[in-house]
């Protein structure tokens, strides 16, 4: 087998049997036979814009203190507050 393959006229056979079936290779999965793409999925329908939630409008809160006293406003329920005498604050 050796010796068939040293020949050059053999080697120049070999090279054109290759070519040929790269290029059959080639033809086949230009033509989409061999190798075909994977199909896309199907576009989604346009979504309809969601408006945003209306904002509840805010209570204004003035808060104000003597001399020497603390002063606070709360703008949430669940806020506690802990002054230091004692006095609890919850909202």
């Known amino acids: 087998m050796w010796a068939w393959l040293k020949r050059a006229d053999n080697q120049k056979t070999l090279r054109f049997v290759g070519a040929a079936i790269v290029a059959a290779i080639g033809v086949l999965v230009t033509i989409g036979v061999i190798h075909k793409p994977e199909e896309a999925a199907p576009k989604a329908p346009p979504v309809a814009e969601a408006k ?12 104000s203190a003597g001399n020497n006293g603390t002063a606070f406003t709360i703008n949430a329920p669940g806020n506690n507050v802990q002054i230091e005498n004692g006095h609890q604050v919850t909202h």
Do not use: G, M
């Not at 945003?52 to 808060?63: I, M, R, S």
């Open 52 to 63: 945003a939630p209306e904002t509840a409008p805010v209570v204004l809160q003035n808060a």
